[in-house]
């Protein structure tokens, strides 16, 4: 039986509408249509009905979306129940007697395993691992000097639940994550995890595009930085040049970024831990190249391209466990932006050639995101009549189906 989206795409086809069309019959966007017809995002009922009668189906396209949606409600249930049991599972023949040693060798992997891992196991390991330590301070079955420790475990392992949330694109789960790790880091006392959280309240911030928001929660992680300890101010710096170069001041966003380049000259002491709460080199120039293309071009986008190139070969000359994928797949986007900005289609289409051969499960909501505004970027009038634009926008458009 066809599902809502075929059924609405051929019935579409079949009435010589294109999703423009389309969207202007039911009032709702073409995009989210063109999402909704390839099955990325699933139809609400206002649309099921709207496209029904937009389309003359006589009620066949609303009976194909109520039947798709009862399948989705009753996977949903089978996946909470099935998460819920394997976490107990898990807890009760893993980790019964995990001491607090171990508990921190667990963080320690899941963080750097994650620069490679995909979220959704990522989100798996950490919440089981989340579930344990918030069990050994609740019930106080710890030592008196551990309490500390367990509440840094606990905070760090919901810094990863907030990326691995925002990784596919739910940034409000996201900030209730940050909002625990930034308590467990008040108990504990510990300002490297104060401030890395800092960060991270900020980048979730800056994807829901509340620039100002972000901006403050980049600041405010000042306090908790200083001495040369670790990475934290330079992730703020460049945190910072992100919102301003989005808030279109070119001046200040230049200025954070070099402020970034002199905190990384002041550290003393490395991160506590590296992975996801490290802040390396590579991913520096991969923060100065994605702040800088949000400007009008120019000098900006000249630097962001040398910055996203920087991030890439030094991504491609690490270590695998020090490389992180996605990162590095986003700076290849970032560089094709950049060189669009520069005129320079063949280079942006050379430069985002390995991200269209990515398959589904590694396409990150950041990537769906960037990838979205390059192929507005390369439809723009300028372009017309460039056939390696019109052929880099078509395969993005193939990768989002």
């Not at 880091?185 to 994807?207: K, M, N, P, Q």
Request: aromatic fraction near 6%; hydrophobic fraction near 40%.
């Amino acid at each position: 039986m066809p599902t809502f989206p075929e059924q609405l795409r051929t019935r579409r086809l079949k009435a010589g509408l294109s999703l423009a069309d389309l969207a202007e019959r039911t009032h709702y966007n073409r995009s989210y249509l063109h999402h909704v017809e390839s099955g990325r995002r699933p139809a609400n009922e206002h649309v099921a009905a709207k496209t029904d009668v937009a389309l003359n189906a006589d009620g066949a396209l609303y009976t194909a979306w109520e039947r798709d949606d009862a399948v989705r409600r009753r996977d949903a249930a089978l996946r909470r129940t099935r998460a819920a049991a394997l976490a107990i599972s898990r807890d009760l023949c893993s980790l019964a007697d995990l001491d607090i040693g171990e508990l921190h060798a667990g963080v320690e992997e899941t963080a750097v395993d994650y620069l490679s891992t995909a979220p959704a196991p990522m989100m798996d390991r950490a919440h089981t691992l989340q579930a344990e330590a918030y069990e050994r301070i609740r019930s106080g079955h710890h030592r008196p000097q551990d309490r500390s420790d367990l509440y840094v475990t606990t905070g760090r392992l919901s810094g990863v639940l907030a990326y691995a949330l925002l990784d596919i694109g739910e940034p409000g789960e996201a900030l209730n994550h940050a909002a625990a790790a930034a308590r467990c880091a008040e108990c504990a006392g510990d300002a490297e995890l104060a401030a890395w959280v800092a960060g991270t309240r900020s980048l979730i911030a800056r994807f829901m595009g509340d620039y100002g928001l972000a901006l403050e929660f980049a600041r405010d992680g000042y306090q908790w930085v200083g001495g040369g300890n670790g990475t934290a101010e330079a992730r703020l710096r460049c945190g910072e040049a992100q919102c301003l170069a989005n808030l279109g001041n070119s001046v200040a966003a230049n200025a954070a970024l070099d402020s970034a380049e002199e905190a990384r000259g002041r550290i003393r002491r490395p991160d506590e831990l590296g992975g996801l709460f490290g802040f390396s080199v590579a991913k520096q120039r991969y923060y100065a190249g994605s702040s800088l293309i949000w400007l009008d071009g120019g000098h900006d986008a000249e630097r962001a391209e040398r910055e996203a190139t920087a991030a890439i070969e030094l991504w491609q000359a690490s270590a695998p466990e020090e490389r992180s994928l996605d990162d590095e797949r986003l700076a290849h986007v970032y560089l094709a932006t950049a060189r669009v900005q520069l005129g320079d289609v063949e280079g942006a289409a050379a430069a985002v050639r390995p991200v269209l051969s990515l398959p589904v499960e590694d396409q990150i909501s950041w990537i769906v995101k960037r990838m979205d505004r390059l192929s507005s970027m390369l439809s723009a009038p300028r372009f017309q009549g460039n056939r390696t634009a019109a052929e880099t926008v078509e395969a993005i458009k193939q990768l989002a189906a």
